[in-house]
């Protein structure tokens, strides 16, 4: 008889360890920024550039056209978008439109999440899974960047936003630990290390030629903005250099 129980309990225990190995492996936490890759059953381009971030209580994000931002709340598997949830109000092309507004739908009726390695689910009362999210990857290397914003100090050290529309100012990272651009005027290079979200830049040089005064002030504005840097975030296809004290020092959109 005891050696009948024991058979049954190792072959219980042996059943219990397969099913566990045969379970999708779980994340810890749905916090972070997540890609989204389908739409109601239906695959959503890469350029489409629709992105949530979750953080402890509130979430924000874009839906391809608008940038939305607000509560919401996690309960177990439950989740539930606040009613505070606020979006801007610009119009886009029809296509575009169309997907924000299935997007923010399914964003608001979905009441459940499920996570599997690196994918977010977002579902609906009845399990239908409304929405599936990639994590963002927050990879420097290979990837090339476009200027969009660059923080200045002017000489009456009042903080300012460089105009670069004619500066064209523009980064890349190699997979050798080299990062090389255009500061506006002068081509620029130097080495790169990457640690969790810690960016150091170091042995920075560059070309020495003059392009008028305009181009010459938002170069210098970009060149020492970037000697600031000590961490860097990608959301979306933006990144953002950071100083010290977590301020935007420049903001990129991907090339």
């Given amino acids: 008889m005891r050696s009948t129980i024991r058979v049954l309990l190792v072959t219980g225990l042996l059943a219990t360890l397969l099913i566990s190995a045969c379970q999708p492996k779980q994340s810890a936490s749905p916090l972070g920024t997540w890609i989204l890759t389908e739409l109601n059953g239906n695959a959503v381009p890469s350029d489409t550039n629709i992105y949530m971030v979750l953080e402890n209580s509130s979430l924000s994000g874009s839906d391809g056209c608008n940038h939305f931002g607000g509560s919401?709340?996690?309960?177990?598997?439950?989740?539930?978008?606040?009613?505070?949830?606020?979006?801007?109000?610009?119009?886009?092309?029809?296509?575009?439109?169309?997907?924000?507004?299935?997007?923010?739908?399914?964003?608001?009726?979905?009441?459940?999440?499920?996570?599997?390695?690196?994918?977010?689910?977002?579902?609906?009362?009845?399990?239908?899974?409304?929405?599936?999210?990639?994590?963002?990857?927050?990879?420097?290397?290979?990837?090339?960047?476009?200027?969009?914003?660059?923080?200045?100090?002017?000489?009456?050290?009042?903080?300012?936003?460089?105009?670069?529309?004619?500066?064209?100012?523009?980064?890349?990272?190699?997979?050798?630990?080299?990062?090389?651009?255009?500061?506006?005027c002068n081509d620029y290079f130097a080495n790169y290390e990457v640690d969790g979200s810690t960016l150091t830049i170091s042995d920075a040089g560059a070309t020495a030629m003059f392009c008028g005064e305009g181009l010459m002030a938002e170069e210098t504005a970009f060149l020492s903005a970037l000697d600031k840097v000590v961490s860097y975030q990608i959301t979306g296809n933006s990144l953002q250099l950071r100083d010290a004290d977590d301020n935007t020092l420049i903001s990129f959109t991907r090339q």
Avoid at 115 to 141: P, R, Y
Avoid at 163 to 176: G, P
């Fill in 72 to 184: 919401y709340t996690l309960d177990g598997n439950s989740f539930s978008v606040g009613d505070d949830l606020m979006s801007t109000l610009m119009a886009c092309e029809g296509p575009i439109m169309q997907r924000a507004d299935e997007f923010n739908k399914a964003l608001q009726t979905s009441t459940k999440y499920q996570l599997t390695e690196n994918k977010l689910q977002l579902l609906d009362e009845d399990g239908k899974i409304l929405a599936v999210f990639d994590a963002q990857s927050q990879e420097l290397a290979g990837t090339s960047w476009l200027a969009t914003f660059v923080m200045s100090e002017t000489s009456e050290d009042v903080v300012s936003s460089g105009s670069i529309q004619a500066a064209q100012q523009t980064l890349t990272f190699d997979q050798e630990g080299k990062l090389n651009g255009n500061a506006g």
